[in-house]
């Protein structure tokens, strides 16, 4: 039996789960600042269908990071980094750093070390509980990096986040932003760890807690008290898990659409898995190393207001004010045109005709044009408004579709500039080419198929699509990443994430590379005791001859390997 | 809160184009490694990503736009690799995005690179195999109306293959500083090489003595080729950013630095810049192309320090300096006397100017012997011929004559082209006859 959490921007979706069947879900609202008054409810809802001995894992996907960034609920902390020459990355980052001296090269040589007397005055810059360090390079040799650490906890520090332990990847910005923000979120996200244990105990769960991360995958709440920020955006995480563990996903390239109240998220598939973001997640603002599912998100959903502005000119969203007329709010929505037009069936189908009707009168004389203005010249009798009501309710949803499709071209334009270093990637371009649709979401059935009809795709609505958040952090599976580099001419091997940095002078070949880099996904899923992941398998292999000293043959291999995100069984 | 500076638009189009799965030989320096720490770098500083660029990605260059500018022998497509059509393509891409007004200024940071490689190909010259810079120079004459070009070639190694191009050309001013060709590869590039005899002071030809540094280079930027720009009054700038004047670079002598290349990059503000040589892999490229990005970028690049740079070691030496005066000096008067040194160069030529030359593949190991004729107009530019032939070659003894359309031909001198290419054909000493009409998209033989 699997015990599934979602607190979602809106709702706090509880489900249970037994041998592929959903036997129990609540919906209640997320109740904000105290997530836990939520998270209880949505138990006591589901609590008659759990048997807590049965209970063999429970998965939170949960907003806290996201809304304790939201609200500013956040610990100030120290952010050091050791950036050596190059770009000014000052301007990129939340806060003014800390700068110290110190380079590592690109091939990880040591080119300048920490000087003592900036580490000696360490303690006389601390101004806070919590730092975070950030060394260009040190995914290459994080020595400088884990100097510094050691250096700030003898200072007194409470804790520090370094970036290459956050992420094995090159680039220095998102992983200082990275470990920036993991320092920042993470007294609250102890003290939520806590509230929620708590929470479970009182009803007799003592079944494993996982946490879902943004990448889809999850990790035991123990060890998620030290990386936090990764479980910044998971809301579109489980939402990708659902529609996979809901099967509805095709082998096809595919647009699936989350259709909410206030946004549609646009995410794209291939052979039934969710592509990756570029870099990583956006937090706030700013880019970070935190992998994640490539979702997008606009503003459009059932719930946008549809209002004029001083122009006079039609808006469609972004905003959202309240419900949808015909369930009793006092603005017009696109849910409320969609209403008019007879393609969705909920609330008062007299109060969105009114609302829209009082809006399309103001709007006729302002943007139709001449032609149209004039076929409702001599004044406006009923029908007349009707079919002015109808044009604008129309006219409502072309905008919203356009927007959408606008967002999604955007984001296929990204998937298809993603870097491209060999010829034959040029010569046989690999080109995303949508060929089917998914829709879910409140809004998808009523939306969805002029979503459809404008980009001549075939469309598919999935049932049960209202809890797929909660079922997707209820059955997603354990992951981790690693990065292994070897540079034989060094006969140095780095896995940044791991703090492992040492001479190595056995391997030559990509393919033993690739073979020890599983080895180390294996001994560190066996360290964390995961239980429910997949094997690990290789994401992606560099393999670059060199040449040093103008003639001997070496290599530089990085090897990516990890425990792939999915879902652990299909439900229905 | 820092971010009150972080610029809105994109300021630079960037093109990165390591060809990872390309090389001439395993050890050659034109190897898969090249551009390795380079994309290392820039990965790492994040630059790929900066708000202030825009990535692109290359295109495959269309055999079209090749054969604007080359003929090959036996043909291009023995010669031409797909490598070579994706870094054409790369110099293409960047070159869109800044005629669409995507971007201030782009950069292709392309491999292999094309400035030794001469309107003929009957192999590669100097890692180089079809002239990236040239093409695109072409394509955006065909498809933009650009007319008037200035080509600044700051590659170690004069750019004998651009200057082959463009010799005859008077509207594409090419100017190549780079290390005296007495003392490097390819051994050309003097002063007195300043343009063809309809084209008196479009080629104009700096050689610097080894040892020239930050200070020197950006002397003779200041002093001469920014005033020579000034007055040639160019609608586009292209900078053939060869990175082989760094002091760290094993196949040549200079002593400039990243910061010297990016502060050279600030002051010239080319349009479109374009990767050429620099095989310090390592210790140079990195950084100078970290320099570059910034600056083009419009970013402080003032923090691009190479770790094994050292102040004192790359002093400029005092007779290194005295002698970039000099030569300053000189190219001053003679770009002063270029209008009278025209005149002068066509006084009793007649219609035809003809000349002969002999010109070395280093990588294939063969001769190419030319016979040129340009036909001088009074008062138009003049088709030029090339009667071109190779032996010892891997495809045999090669035996090709070509006649060239310029750019701003009128019907007179299109007719007139094909007249003499029917005529060289009839005494039917060569294997082919080509002509080539950039501004028709033709490439036909006769």
């Known amino acids: 039996m699997l015990l599934g959490l979602d607190v979602g921007g809106t709702f706090t979706d509880a489900i249970v789960i037994d041998n592929g069947h959903i036997v129990q879900s609540h919906k209640c609202r997320t109740t904000k600042p105290n997530l836990m008054d939520g998270i209880e409810a949505a138990l006591a809802g589901v609590a008659q269908a759990i048997e807590p001995s049965k209970v063999t894992r429970i998965t939170l ?60 005055a360490l303690s006389g810059a601390k101004r806070h509980k919590r730092a975070a360090v950030s060394a260009k390079f040190a995914v290459r040799n994080p020595s400088l990096e884990q100097n510094l650490v050691d250096s700030l906890q003898k200072a007194g520090y409470k804790s520090v986040s370094a970036g290459a332990q956050l992420s094995g990847a090159l680039n220095f910005p998102r992983r200082t932003i990275s470990a920036y923000f993991n320092s920042v979120v993470q007294s609250t996200f102890q003290g939520f760890a806590t509230a929620v244990q708590q929470a479970l105990h009182r009803y ?150 009114a609302g829209l009707s009082e809006l399309a009168k103001a709007w006729q004389g302002s943007e139709l044009r001449p032609s149209e203005v004039s076929r409702f010249e001599g004044g406006l009798s009923e029908t007349k408004v009707d079919s002015l009501t109808l044009a604008l309710a129309k006219q409502v949803v072309t905008r919203a579709v356009t927007v959408i499709t606008d967002g999604l071209a955007t984001a296929i334009g990204r998937e298809n500039k993603l870097p491209v270093y060999v010829v034959r990637d040029i010569v046989e371009p690999h080109i995303f080419k949508p060929q089917q649709l998914v829709a879910v979401g409140g809004t998808a059935a009523s939306l969805a198929p002029f979503v459809a009809e404008a980009l001549d ?73 995961l239980s429910n992941a997949a094997e690990g398998h290789i994401v992606a292999v560099e393999d670059v001859p060199i040449i040093e000293g103008w003639q001997s043959m070496h290599r530089l291999i990085t090897v990516k390997a990890q425990l792939e995100p999915g879902v652990s069984l299909y439900v229905k | ?269 080319a349009d479109i810049a374009v990767l050429e040589g620099g095989y310090s892999v390592q210790e140079a490229l990195p950084y100078v192309n970290t320099g570059i990005v910034l600056s083009m970028a419009g970013l402080d690049y003032s923090q691009v320090v190479e770790p094994a740079f050292d102040e004192y070691s790359n002093r400029q030496r005092g007779d290194v300096s005295q002698r970039i005066e000099g030569i300053i000096k000189q190219w001053q008067q003679q770009w002063q006397r270029r209008h009278e040194m025209q005149v002068d160069a066509l006084l009793g030529l007649g219609d035809y100017w003809h000349d002969q030359r002999q010109i070395y593949y280093d990588e294939t190991g063969i001769s190419e012997y030319r016979q040129e004729t340009i036909r001088l107009y009074p008062d138009k530019v003049g088709w030029h011929s090339i009667d071109s032939r190779s032996d010892r070659g891997p495809f045999g003894s090669q035996h090709v004559f070509a006649t060239f359309i310029p750019w701003q031909a009128d019907e007179t001198v299109r007719r007139d082209a094909y007249e003499a290419t029917w005529q060289a054909k009839k005494e039917g000493k060569a294997q082919r006859y080509v002509v080539v009409d950039p501004m028709k998209d033709i490439q036909e033989e006769l």
């Open chain 1, 61 to 120: 996907s949960t907003t806290i990071v996201t809304n304790a960034l939201v609200m500013n609920q956040v610990e100030p902390v120290d952010l050091y980094i050791i950036p050596g020459p190059g770009m000014d990355i000052r301007p990129l980052l939340p806060v003014e750093p800390i700068v110290l001296s110190g380079y590592t090269d690109h091939r990880g040589s040591l080119a300048a070390p920490l000087k003592p007397k900036e580490l000696e």
């Open chain 1, 204 to 353: 007799g769960l003592t079944a494993p807690v996982y946490i879902l991360k943004a990448d889809g995958g999850s990790l035991p709440l123990a060890h998620m008290q030290a990386c936090p920020v990764e479980t910044a955006f998971t809301g579109p995480a489980a939402s990708v898990l659902g529609m996979v563990a809901l099967q509805s996903m095709p082998k096809e390239m595919t647009v699936a659409l989350d259709m909410g109240g206030t946004t549609t998220d646009i995410s794209l598939w291939q052979g039934g898995k969710p592509l990756m973001a570029r870099g990583g997640a956006m937090i706030q603002q700013y880019p970070s190393a935190v992998r994640s599912f490539a979702v997008s998100s606009v503003g459009i959903g059932g719930e946008s207001a549809v209002t004029l502005n001083d122009k006079g000119q039609l808006q469609v969203g972004p905003e959202r004010v309240g419900p949808s007329m015909a369930l009793g709010g006092t603005v017009p929505t696109l849910g409320d045109a969609l209403i008019v037009l007879g393609k969705a069936q909920y609330g008062d189908v007299a109060k969105a005709w």
């Open chain 1, 457 to 529: 795709l075939p469309l598919e609505i999935p049932a049960n699509a209202p809890v797929a958040n909660a079922v997707g952090a209820a059955v997603a599976k354990e992951t981790l990443m690693i990065t292994v580099h070897l540079d034989t001419a060094k006969g140095v091997l780095v896995v940044p994430e791991l703090g492992i940095h040492e001479k190595h002078k056995g391997l030559h070949a990509a393919s033993e590379v690739e073979a020890l880099a599983l080895q180390y996904v294996k001994q560190e899923a066996e360290r964390l005791g």
């Open chain 2, 1 to 269: 809160m820092l971010n009150k500076n972080k610029p809105t638009e994109a300021n630079l189009g960037l093109v990165f184009f390591p060809a990872f799965d390309w090389k001439i030989s395993a050890t050659h320096p034109e190897r898969q490694e090249r551009l390795l720490y380079t994309r290392d770098q820039l990965l790492e500083e994040g630059l790929l990503e900066h708000p202030a660029i825009r990535e692109y990605n290359p295109l495959l260059a269309s055999w079209q736009d090749i054969k604007r500018v080359h003929v090959g022998a036996p043909s291009l497509e023995k010669w031409v690799t797909e490598a070579h059509r994706v870094s054409v393509g790369g110099a293409i891409a960047a070159a869109e995005a800044v005629m669409r007004g995507e971007v201030k200024r782009a950069f292709s940071l392309v491999r292999p690179p094309g400035h030794h490689a001469m309107t003929m190909v009957h192999g590669i010259r100097g890692f180089c195999t079809v002239n990236v810079e040239a093409i695109m120079i072409a394509y955006l004459r065909r498809h933009y109306g650009v007319q008037r070009v200035a080509i600044v070639d700051t590659d170690v190694h004069h750019g004998d293959g651009s200057q082959d191009v463009f010799y005859h050309d008077p509207d594409t001013l090419f100017i190549s500083f780079h290390q005296d060709g007495r003392t490097l590869y390819p051994g050309t590039g003097f002063m007195y090489e300043y343009g063809g005899p309809q084209a008196v002071g479009s080629t104009v030809n700096i050689p610097l003595p080894p040892g020239t540094g930050d200070e020197g280079m950006l002397t003779v930027l200041q002093e001469l080729v920014l005033p020579m720009l000034a007055d040639f009054k160019p609608d586009i700038i292209i900078n053939s950013a060869g990175q082989d004047n760094h002091f760290s670079d094993p196949l040549a002598n200079m002593m400039v630095t990243a910061k010297g290349y990016a502060k050279l990059t600030d002051l010239l503000q």
